[in-house]
């Protein structure tokens, strides 16, 4: 954590150079972020793929396969949800790491937090499938995701104040990614509380904002003059 | 999207640049594809991998297991196909990638569409070899793999228009990969038509023309030398 | 195919360089092993990962927990086994993947072959551990086994006679290797004879041979002068 | 083995260079250790999300989900807690193979046995998510960890007597990344003797004491003057 030193924080005592410091300074000349990616890469993938295992193979007579594999509609859509969720996940790790440029034991430690939620994934996604429109789980499914929304969102922050932003990222740039995980954060705590209010179908369907409003962020930042300037202050 | 310059398309309002494009322009500087593709093959092992799962140690006295393990013949099978096809696509899709030079957010949607196909065929792999001849597995099996050789061909297409296609790719070359993505989408939905018409064994079987069409169709390409002009306008 | 130009052929109908051809060369500029090299990890990886599934918890009072857990020695053996014979195999294919430097088609689909049958031990595994010393338990094992190790050859001889080989890679080294897996081949096909003969307990003690053997081999390689000659031609 | 020659060994007869030592260092030219690297991420990342698998959806009528979630805390707990070990299991291997510059047989055997604990890790996870403060199932996870603990110390320690670290890598940083591994391997081995003692629940507790003498090891590492002479011999 000393190695965070562009991270303004409470003053604290002086203690001369010792062995963790010396070995953060080692690592620091390779500190590639590869191996942290690839690792991270492989959670995510592997989360994705588990998620088939939660569509069973119906028992049936031959003649009522047709009608089985209809009645299993709400699993392919969780599946695909899922498979939605984890992808654009991946994809939104995967435009920060292209622009961080090093690691603190902190930032992998908030990563392997962001990857203990994505593996997460596939057990609220079987209780969605399975309970449909019940209240908690609705909340539990729309909780886990705003949680790792919330979690890149916190992974970018502390990248940024640990000093490790490539210097091409300007304040637009950054905010321009920020806001990209906020949304989706907000959508679903909002929907926690539509759920809980009684109304977990519309909570459901509250979801389908994020899109709608991550776009109109993203518009919104390519507009405003102010987000132009140099982040790195 | 805006990045896709050499897309031909609808003229559209011009906007001065944004947030957005600022970052797709300093993203482009690196715009390898390696982490793409590591995540991709990742799905692709994993996808393979899980098969055997399907393949359940049978529960018999100790004498009767010889012939348990041939009453899963079908399973061993069906472990084969699905092995065979996911890695067919999995080297199809290194072949693309090999002089695919880069990456736009479309791309990776489409990409992230095969992956979601891919990662699905342990569920039609396991309804195939639980239910045989039954119609419906036989049409849920092709049209899954009908819809990932239809998005194969697609990443491709997509791949050119944004023109992110190696310059030594030409036309030949272009149309080469195009049509063994295409082939086997073309006998898939044709087996589907077959297995609706009340013929699933024999829709089953014509899955085997694949290879020798696929080689016709290789052979075709390298006779005709109007294939061996340019791609790249 | 038609690349593989070291390899002694048939002769056959001269053509005029078609589009496969070009294809072929065009890709052979940068002709990297790499992603076939990660693929294959990956597949060894989570085949090795996935026989843990094979041990179920046990579902008794929590007083004979204890008793359950030595009960499930035959799984652990198997678990163990199992690790041992795929990560042994992965690090062979590692050897010979630093010295291979180029693939063709054909290479990459005695690769495939291979993959299939490592990614098939969780089954065999689970057998054995469930039916112990029934005879068709051990012989599917000990086929399996002797599958990988036979194709593991295959690859290793084909590299070469595609011309593939790094040409600091000489004669002896060359068949240093593939001892290596032509005993565990051998010892395994035999182990399938005793097995068949009414003895599996002996056939399972008899691959415990494949050790000292291979370290019999490997010295035997040491020894003999006329190894040292070069393998290329 | 021959080719560690910085490990003082027993003397033993001189005897020509062989095919096996002309193999080795054939390959030691680039000896990198980037593949060994890949498996083993692959291997801890496909071992942490398979952890999910045991927290199986409740089978209860609608509403009762909320209670049957709520029950589920004990599995929630589980996959945290092996989440949590395999991660910083992970980042140290990390951590070590960052300053590690190559290998030899016996540090991929090594690394194979730390493999082999690691995705074995499910097993006790599920067993102690099942069996809460069963003496066995707390002896079972904390021999399990144990075990790796003692192995990352092992390979920490083979991969210097092999002369394979960095050179930058002096006496207190190599102490520093031993004793990390050490402090948990002992509080585990501590903790089975309390286990065993008839006080499990304590046992479980123990665990937690890893964090805080982590710590005072990692500050005491800092202090010892003498721990900054170079460790090369």
Request: overall charge negative; hydrophobic content about 65%.
């Given at each position: 954590m000393s190695a965070d030193q562009s991270v303004p924080a409470p003053p604290r005592r002086v203690r001369p150079p010792g062995v963790a410091d010396r070995y953060r300074a080692l690592l620091a000349a390779g500190s590639g972020t590869e191996r942290v990616e690839f690792f991270s890469d492989a959670?995510?993938?592997?989360?994705?793929?588990?998620?088939?295992l939660d569509i069973r193979v119906p028992d049936v007579p031959d003649g009522g396969l047709g009608e089985a594999l209809v009645d299993l509609t709400p699993k392919f859509f969780a599946y695909a949800l899922s498979f939605a969720v984890i992808g654009i996940n991946w994809a939104s790790h995967h435009r920060k790491f292209r622009v961080i440029t090093g690691f603190t034991r902190r930032l992998v430690q908030i990563n392997l937090l962001?990857?203990?939620?994505?593996?997460?994934?596939?057990?609220?996604?079987?209780?969605?499938?399975?309970?449909?429109?019940?209240?908690?789980a609705v909340v539990l499914y729309a909780a886990t995701v705003a949680a790792i929304s919330a979690v890149q969102a916190w992974l970018w922050v502390a990248a940024r104040r640990a000093g490790l932003l490539h210097p091409a990222v300007d304040r637009g740039v950054y905010r321009y990614l920020l806001r990209n995980s906020l949304v989706s954060a907000v959508v679903l705590a909002a929907s926690i509380v539509i759920a809980l209010l009684g109304q977990p179908l519309a909570a459901m369907y509250s979801w389908i904002l994020i899109w709608p409003l991550s776009f109109l962020a993203h518009r919104a930042g390519g507009r405003r003059p102010a987000d132009l300037e140099p982040a790195g202050d």
């Open positions: 959670v995510f993938a592997i989360a994705m793929t588990l998620l088939v962001l990857l203990l939620l994505v593996a997460f994934v596939p057990f609220p996604t079987a209780v969605l499938s399975e309970y449909g429109e019940v209240t908690e």
